[in-house]
Nanobody, 114 residues
């Protein structure tokens, strides 16, 4: 069974940066990886996606500020978040391919506040 473990969340001031990590127990992110987020009272939304060829796409709200990347040797995907805004506050989840469909991490809280 593949497990995903996110880390790197926390409290940061507006304009600050954080780097989230998501480690998989097996090599899966060479296929694809996605970061989602869910703010209180809102639906979960896709933040960033990377495919098998390394192509990336982002939600309009984070373009130019967030970067998704991966290290296949470490079975890890990252989300570098710069110029953070209060509206980026959410629980961030990573998602990847599993044997029976997509699998999810437990989430990591990101709070942007002064």
């Amino acid at each position: 069974q593949v497990q995903l473990v996110e880390s790197g969340g926390g409290l940061v001031q507006p304009g600050g940066s954080l780097r989230l990590s998501c480690a998989a127990s097996r090599s899966i992110f060479s296929i694809y990886a996605i970061w989602y987020r869910q703010a209180p009272g809102k639906q979960r939304e896709l933040v960033a996606h990377i495919d098998s060829g390394g192509r990336t796409n982002y939600a309009d709200s984070v373009k130019g500020r967030f970067t998704i990347s991966r290290n296949n040797a470490k079975n890890t995907v990252y989300l570098q978040m710069n110029s953070l805004k209060p509206e980026d506050t959410a629980v961030y989840y990573c998602n990847g391919p599993g044997p029976d469909g997509s699998i999810w991490g437990q989430g990591t809280q990101v709070t942007v506040s002064s």
